[in-house]
């Protein structure tokens, strides 16, 4: 019964190269979000969306852009991967922005080469 | 500048004993504080969180004390199993935001 599903779960893309990671979520809730969590760190808020409302966070490169085009799915576009994009890209989501739980996927595991 | 602070950042525990990760915050602002578990390969789940009206939360093995004058607070995990061997985050979270500022994670085993 998942309810945040990344896909894919590995990703292998080419320096420079444009890559699209995606997130579905079946809670129907009204935030998701995008973390960049590199080894052995925590995980770092990229940018959210509530509801069709993008926040970028204000330190997250322009390399880095995303879609939410329903309620159920949205996309992590990286622009021109570099070798210090390589991370775990998680997907999270929340009923509402304030204080509550937030349901994370399982991550989508990019590497560049 | 890390508004969370987390420590330590590895721990050994025996089976059977007491595992103690302690976390600590600067903005006032803040009113909940999870903690989540994150096993290798997977993303952090939800564990346990506190808001801070009270001083004591537990579920389970899993309990958080919460200093609020102190500005600190800490996940016990009593009776550690090995299956509890996982990195664990504090975070914490202001209703202005919502954004979740995480601690730097602790690396928890636990020796049979």
């Known amino acids: 019964d998942a309810m945040v599903i990344q896909n894919p779960r590995y990703q292998v893309t080419q320096f420079g190269k444009p890559v699209t990671l995606s997130c579905s979520q079946t809670l129907n809730h009204n935030v998701m979000y995008w973390y960049q969590q590199k080894s052995s760190q925590a995980p770092k808020l990229l940018f959210h969306y509530y509801d069709k409302d993008f926040n970028n966070e204000a330190d997250t490169p322009d390399n880095f852009q995303s879609r939410r085009p329903n309620t159920s799915f949205c996309f992590l576009d990286i622009r021109s991967p570099g070798l210090g994009d390589a991370a775990m890209y998680l997907c999270a989501t929340s009923r509402d922005l304030w204080a509550v739980e937030a349901f994370f996927g399982q991550g989508t595991r990019l590497t560049v080469v | 500048q890390q508004q969370v602070k987390q420590s330590p950042q590895s721990l050994i525990v025996q089976k059977g004993g007491i595992s103690i990760i302690n976390c600590a915050y600067e903005n006032t602002a803040f009113d909940y504080f999870p903690w989540y578990q994150q096993f290798p390969g997977k993303g952090p789940a939800l564990l346990i969180a506190i808001r801070p009206d009270v001083s004591e939360k537990k579920e389970g093995r899993f309990t958080i004390s919460f200093n609020k004058s102190a500005k600190q607070f800490s996940l016990h995990i009593m009776d550690s199993q090995p299956g509890d061997s996982a990195t664990y985050f504090c975070?914490?979270?202001?209703?202005?935001?919502?954004?979740?500022?995480f601690g730097q994670g602790t690396t928890l085993q636990v020796k049979p």
């Open positions: 975070a914490a979270s202001s209703d202005n935001t919502g954004k979740l500022i």
